[in-house]
């Protein structure tokens, strides 16, 4: 079989040889053949080797056939070229017969394409279906292997040009796939060589294929030397990027030489192409360890813009104009596309290596919260945290969260990065649509109020960002906030919904339907809610394609609403028929054709019929009147009504008005209801005395006899006094509207009187009944309520004289709350009539309105007697602590009765008092009014000056307060208590909360000089009191109710400056602007000035006032306002030693009120308490100021009297204890929590000066716990349990494992620390035993957590010991019980244990370690009696 093969073969090959004749002629004898060999060509002996050896050659086209199995191949032509008599000259004769076959284009092609295998007839041998090329083949023979690879290597640059083929191949390619994957390379150092050198000449797609092929061909130990030459070569040619990091990524590299190459990747990463990036990010962070992510990745996020990778939108605008040019708007958008999709792709690279890699998602984040500049953030980190978020990974979910809100916290990524993030990314962002919306959905529901904004941008880009599927979710997604309830969340989403409604009214239009289900959660909004709701739904209505069935439904609504005879839902209905009159009566833009297109017949008739069921359903109580004259007043300041609207509401209102409230004044006023009518406050000169009144008390005493008839069926009017106020206040808004800003119809009416009743019988209170009472009271309540609006209307006026008639009903305002206040303590349980109508409820009940009546507590006498049996001296103690109990009790009820005297507090009767607008706190800056009146003759002039007073400027100062905290410092959000009425505290504030935080900030930011000039005023005032008193602020020459009123400003105006620092973050520019003004007092106004110099020069502008302040209370405000301006910048280090310095100057200043007596009482304590914190806070060695207090403070109250106090700490007596005592238990806790904990690597001086810090803080410990001793009242007990309790924890936790390393190389400091804290635990094991004998549930409640920590402490100490190899010097007795005295508790002394105690000892100073380890229970007990009981044990083992 073989042989007839063999025979085949042959003849196949002599038929197809060139030179058959002269083969045949050398086989005639063997002489011949010998002779004739060298003349046989070298053609012919690699056509024959291949012949012989299966493989036919073929030309043009044809690929080269295959008979045979390439591994047979194989071996048959080596063992010929092995055979032949000329080896090894054979292997080049060989060589030279394929170079010279190659020669052809065509015979080379089909020698590096695959072969074609095929069989003889009738030959049944199996063959594989695929064979490799012929050369591939060939290099497969290792004697062959290194000259045909230099034969390809030679034959490859003649292909470099023109390295395409008229098939389409590539011949450069296909030579190079013939080297790889080889089974061995025999020389493969040689290879690497040529193969680099080829790469310095080939062009750069030849370039390419070579570099992605090498760990294909090359083995690994080379591929260290190989990455050396590609990383040399990406920084000369940053063309081959790809392809270099596609082979790095390849090859096996060693740690350093990876580190090495990405860092040479990192330089260039500013330099490599656009469509290259997401190769090089790829790689950077597939390259990455665990050790060095961090590192890795901060460097990737300083050097990657994205932003450079997408057009900017002037350019993307500019474009879009461009579009009848066809070619350059298709250029452009391919441009644009694939800017877009190489941020796609380089966010999917940092997405796929997130997965593969967790240190990698926990170095993004440590990477993104190291950046502390706003400057510094850039579009990569939001959409770093959208992909951690992406991820299903738990922590890198909770990690996005907590990182972003953090930095929007703190205002380091504005709204602005946002914004930039989707208009640029709007696509890559698409993807991650869901956990944008999650993440909305957090910040939303935050109980932060700082964040929750954020949230409300993510929502509104999102719905302006993407497709109508995510629209729809959006406006879902808002729905549910609004029905969820909670307060903070519900506003934000109404605010959003408002906004998109505005701005896209067509987009949102089609999700109506979702918005309008909200109707059905109606109960569970607030007013000022209600009023969004259905300023969305009326605007959807008559702005939107589908408005007309809202319509139906909100007509529907509004009708339903307004039939109840609920006040609540009465309510709701008057504030949605408003809204919707104000959407049908809006003026519509200009058109084209027409300049006003004025509303239709119809829509008039329609909106008048609206006007009259509102108006005829409000008549049915005062309340629902007045109510509906403010919305209706909001309305109109609010809106741009069509003057048709504009006309009908305004006529009606000034004619309603003068026929209702203003009367005719005549010879004679009708007295009412018992008290004498007077006409008041009237503001006219004498010459002309005013002809009208505002018919004030008539109505009012008209109200009191209504309300009977109203139980008999009688109908009520409407026209209440309680409708005077609300009533003006639309009539003005009227008036302004249609005068533009004028108010001279009805400007008569700031110098009108009032009728009402002499203000005398306020002083005889107690003589009249209960109903005169309550009548005198609500008169006062209008009284001041129409002046609010007066305020409210004429403030903005700029004449002279309307200024100073401002001023005086200001004046008139704060005279009658002092009447108002001695009415109403005298008057208990009375309810003021509402004021503000949109509140949660019209009939509020007020808690505590009159001045507090004190119980009498039941005496120690009338308890139950406690058992016999108790130990005499304890019942003594007992008795001694609840008398001094009683005395301090006694004492801060005296302090309570002494304010109560003055009156009631007037801050819980807010609510009832009309709100004032911001725009009349501008009043402040008119410090000083002149008025020039001049006579007929024109010959004299008067001057009069007005300067505001202090109790005016008390008066305005408060409200600007409260005004800034409830805009400026929102509190968090909270759901509402179940079943738990609560007072509204937006009552008060519909005005402002039409006015976002920034308008009102700026606005006080516009007030601030006139502050400043206050604060400055006041500061001369104290500071001339003191110069004229010699330094005494009980002076005989002092105005005690003026200084009363001057320090009231001084605390108000440290408070708001605190107030307007402390607003949310984000307002850069503002900040500067408001630091400038504070600092431009101090120094002349120069260059503009970095924020660290306006920080520094404001700071040194406050302190300057610290010498006048006149109480503690505005003494701590001063430290807290420089606390808040000093975190907006500047140098904390020096800030620190200045306020602390700054505080203890205030802490040993002696605090006199202007009687002569000591500053007191529980406004004292808490100052106390607050500066003091703020003291140890800021010194630097927290420690060393706890011990200079404890020493020179304490040490000197001891046995002083009670009334005195320390000579080094004047505001530290036996009344302020308790106060400082807490204080300094719980910065002592804190400090040494910030110890740090020991470790065996420290050095001995390391350990050295932890053990200085651990002996100062067990020090100042023991000091402080045997206070109690002395100052043994159940208040310090407590104190000293709780916090004792939390610093031998962190004892146990930081400063055992510190004994543990150090008690070798510092014995003796370690003794003598445990002798120290023993001492401690013992005194601590003693109030334990006095808190059970005084069964004092506030005290027992701590001794089980003491207890439990004090038996740690005594084995920690033994294994500390044991670790050490001293176990031997350990021993447990039983401590007994005992009181604060030291005393044995005998009602639980045990006769087995009465001489034993709880003793362990460490071993002695002067004792071997192998010496203690022997020493004996004796020779300890003796040294423990020696050292005065020295580290006893404190435990008690029962």
């Not at 809202?550 to 008057?574: C, E, F, N």
């Not at 119980?855 to 130990?871: D, Y």
Request: with cysteine.
């Amino acid at each position: 079989m073989m042989r007839k093969r063999r025979s085949s073969t042959v003849d196949n090959a002599e038929k197809h040889a060139p030179s058959s004749t002269k083969a045949k002629r050398s086989r005639t004898t063997g002489r011949q053949s010998k002779v004739s060999a060298p003349e046989e060509s070298t053609a012919s002996v690699f056509s024959v080797f291949l012949r012989e050896a299966g493989v036919t050659l073929k030309h043009g086209g044809t690929p080269n056939e295959i008979a045979v199995d390439q591994v047979v191949f194989q071996r048959r032509i080596q063992k010929k070229l092995q055979k032949s008599p000329r080896y090894p000259d054979i292997v080049q004769e060989f060589i030279s017969g394929l170079e010279s076959h190659i020669d052809d284009a065509d015979r080379f092609r089909n020698c590096l394409l695959p072969c074609v295998p095929t069989l003889p007839e009738g030959d049944t041998s199996c063959v594989s279906s695929f064979h490799e090329s012929l050369l591939r083949m060939l290099l497969g023979i290792e004697m062959l292997q290194t000259l045909i690879i230099n034969t390809l290597l030679e034959k490859l640059p003649e292909y470099m040009v023109n390295s395409i083929d008229d098939a389409g191949l590539s011949i450069p390619r296909i030579i190079i796939n013939q080297l790889k994957w080889l089974d061995r390379v025999v020389d493969c150092k040689e290879l690497a060589a040529k193969l680099m050198e080829l790469l310095s000449v080939g062009p750069v797609d030849v370039q390419r294929d070579i570099i992605t092929s090498l760990p294909e061909i090359l083995e690994d130990s080379l591929h260290n030397d190989i990455a050396q030459d590609l990383n040399s070569l990406l920084k000369e040619n940053t063309q081959l990027t790809v392809a270099i990091l596609d082979a790095l990524s390849s090859l096996n590299l060693s740690s350093s030489l990876l580190t090495e190459v990405r860092g040479a990747v990192m330089t260039t990463l500013a330099a490599v192409q656009l469509e290259d990036l997401p190769v090089v990010v790829k790689f950077i962070l597939h390259s990455v360890s665990a050790s060095d992510a961090y590192e890795v990745v901060c460097n990737l996020r300083r050097k990657l813009e994205l932003e450079q990778c997408v057009l900017p939108p002037v350019l993307q605008a500019s474009q879009s104009r461009f579009k009848g040019k066809g070619a350059v708007v298709s250029k452009s958008a391919t441009v644009a596309s694939d800017s877009q999709d190489i941020v796609t792709l380089i966010v999917d690279a940092i997405k796929s290596a997130m997965r593969f890699q967790k240190a990698l998602s926990e170095a993004w984040l440590k990477a993104i919260e190291s950046v502390e500049e706003l400057e510094d953030h850039k579009v990569i980190d939001l959409l770093v945290l959208f992909i951690l978020h992406s991820t299903n990974a738990n922590h890198s979910r909770r990690g996005a969260e907590r990182v972003l809100k953090a930095k929007v916290r703190t205002g380091q990524i504005p709204e602005t990065l946002l914004q930039k993030t989707f208009q640029d990314n709007t696509e890559v962002l698409r993807g991650y649509f869901p956990s944008i919306l999650a993440l909305a959905q957090n910040l939303l529901r935050s109980p932060d109020p700082c964040v929750v904004p954020f949230g409300g941008h993510m929502y509104r880009h999102s719905f302006t960002a993407f497709d109508s599927y995510c629209q729809q979710e959006v406006v879902g997604c808002l729905v549910t906030h609004v029905c969820s309830g909670v307060g903070g969340e519900v506003d934000m989403a109404l605010e959003l919904l408002c906004s998109l409604v505005m701005e896209n009214p067509s987009e949102v239009g089609p999700y109506a339907v979702f918005i309008k289900g909200i109707l059905d959660y109606l109960d569970n909004l607030t007013p000022q809610q209600i009023r969004r709701l259905f300023h969305v739904l009326s605007r959807l209505a008559f702005r939107s394609q589908q408005g007309s069935h809202i319509q139906d439904d909100m007509h529907i609504v509004i009708r339903k609403q307004l039939s109840s005879t609920a006040p609540k839902y009465k309510r709701i209905g008057i504030i949605g028929a408003v809204m919707f009159i104000g959407s049908m009566g809006a003026l519509k833009p200009k058109t084209k054709d027409n300049q006003k297109d004025l509303l239709s017949p119809e829509t008039f008739r329609q909106l008048s019929a609206l006007l009259e069921l509102v108006q005829s359903s409000s008549e049915t109580s005062p309340e629902a009147s007045a109510l509906y004259y403010d919305e209706l007043a909001n309305l109109v300041q609010t809106s741009t009504l069509d003057p048709q609207v504009q006309e009908k509401i305004g006529k009606r209102v000034l004619d309603d008005f003068q026929a209702e409230f203003v009367v005719d004044l005549g010879p004679e006023i009708q007295d009412s209801f018992s008290f004498p009518a007077r006409v008041m406050y009237d503001l006219e000169e004498e010459e002309t005395q005013a002809v009208i009144a505002v018919n004030l008390m008539p109505l009012l005493a008209k109200d009191v006899h209504s309300k009977a008839k109203q139980h008999n069926g009688d109908k009520k009017d409407n026209k209440s006094s309680l409708c005077l106020s609300p009533f003006f206040r639309l009539l003005r808004l009227c008036e302004e509207k249609q005068n533009h800003e004028g108010l001279d119809e009805i400007d008569a009416l700031l110098g009108c009187p009032l009728i009402l009743t002499d203000m005398d019988v306020v002083d005889k209170m107690e003589s009249l009944s209960k109903v005169e009472k309550e009548f005198l009271c609500t008169l006062l309540f209008h009284a001041i309520n129409w002046f609010r609006e007066l305020v409210n209307a004429f403030c903005r006026l700029k004449e002279t004289e309307m200024k100073m008639k401002v001023m005086t009903r200001l004046q008139n305002i704060t005279y009658l709350q002092t009447l108002l206040e001695q009415a109403l303590a005298e008057t208990p349980g009375y309810i003021p009539p509402v004021a503000n109508f949109d509140g949660e409820s019209t009939d509020v009940i007020l808690l505590s309105t009159a001045a507090p009546v004190h119980k009498t507590k039941k005496n120690g006498s009338e308890k139950k007697r406690k058992a016999p049996g108790k130990n005499t001296l304890e019942g003594n103690s007992q008795m001694e602590d609840k008398m001094e109990e009683d005395e301090t009790q006694q004492e801060l009820e005296k302090d309570k009765e002494k304010e109560a005297r003055h009156g009631v507090n007037m801050a819980s009767y807010r609510q009832f008092f009309r709100e004032l607008d911001m725009e009349v706190l501008s009043v402040v800056q008119c410090g000083l009014l002149s008025c020039s009146l001049l006579d007929s003759e024109l010959q004299t002039k008067k001057r009069e000056e007005v300067l505001i007073g202090p109790a005016e400027l008390i008066f305005l100062l408060e409200d600007m307060f409260h005004k800034l905290e409830f805009s400026l410092t929102a509190a968090p959000a909270k759901r509402r208590p179940f079943l738990k009425v609560k007072a509204d505290k937006n009552v008060g504030f519909s005005h402002l909360q039409q006015k976002s935080p920034k308008d009102v900030a700026t606005f006080f930011v516009q007030l601030l000089p006139a502050l400043c000039l206050h604060l400055e005023n006041c500061h001369n005032y104290f500071q001339t009191l003191l110069s004229e008193n010699d330094g005494m602020v009980d002076g005989p020459t002092v105005d005690i109710q003026e200084h009363h009123l001057i320090s009231s400003c001084c605390q108000l105006l440290l408070q708001v400056l605190n107030t307007i620092f402390s607003c949310q973050p984000g307002h850069r520019r503002l900040l500067k602007r408001a630091l400038g003004v504070m600092a431009g007092r101090l120094k002349e106004e120069g260059p503009e000035l970095n924020l660290e110099l306006l920080v520094k020069h404001s700071l040194d502008y406050l302190l300057n006032f610290h010498s006048t302040i006149p109480n503690l209370s505005s003494a701590l405000t001063l430290s807290q306002l420089l606390s808040t301006v000093a975190e907006k910048g500047g140098n904390p280090v020096a800030f620190k030693e200045q306020n602390a310095s700054l505080a203890r100057g205030f802490l040993t200043q002696q605090w006199m009120t202007v009687t002569g007596e000591k500053q007191r009482g529980n406004k004292f304590n808490e100052a106390l308490q607050a500066l003091l914190s703020i003291y140890l806070r800021n010194v630097d060695d927290v420690l060393k100021a706890v011990e200079e207090i404890t020493q020179e403070g304490f040490s000197q109250i001891i046995n002083a009297s009670k009334d005195e106090s320390s000579a080094a700490w004047p505001t530290l007596s036996k009344h302020t204890f308790l106060v400082f005592y807490k204080v300094l238990m719980t910065e002592l806790e804190k400090s040494v929590r910030r110890i740090p904990i020991g470790k065996s690597s420290d050095s001995s001086e390391a350990q050295s000066e932890k053990l200085l810090t651990w002996n100062l803080a067990v020090r100042d410990f023991h000091i402080l716990v045997n206070l109690v001793k002395v100052f043994d009242s159940r208040s310090v007990v407590n104190v000293c349990l709780k916090y004792g309790r939390l610093f031998l924890e962190s004892f146990l936790k930081l400063g055992m494992p510190l004994l543990d390393f150090s008690f070798k190389r510092h014995k003796e400091d370690v003794q003598n620390l445990l002798k120290t804290f023993q001492l401690s635990t013992r005194q601590l094991h003693h109030m334990c035993g006095h808190s059970k004998i005084r069964q004092d549930t506030s005290l027992t409640n701590h001794v089980p957590a003491v207890k439990k920590s004090l038996e740690l402490f005594v084995y920690r100490v033994k294994a500390m010991l044991t670790l050490n190899n001293c176990q031997e010097a350990f021993w447990i007795g039983n401590l007994k019980n005992r009181n604060l005295k030291g005393e044995e508790i005998l009602s639980q002394r045990c006769p087995e244990s009465e001489e034993e105690e709880e003793e362990q000892q460490p071993p002695a100073q002067d004792l071997s370690e192998e010496e203690e380890q022997g020493s004996d229970t004796e020779t300890l007990s003796r040294v423990n009696r020696e050292e005065n009981g020295a580290l006893d044990d404190t435990d008690e083992s029962d």
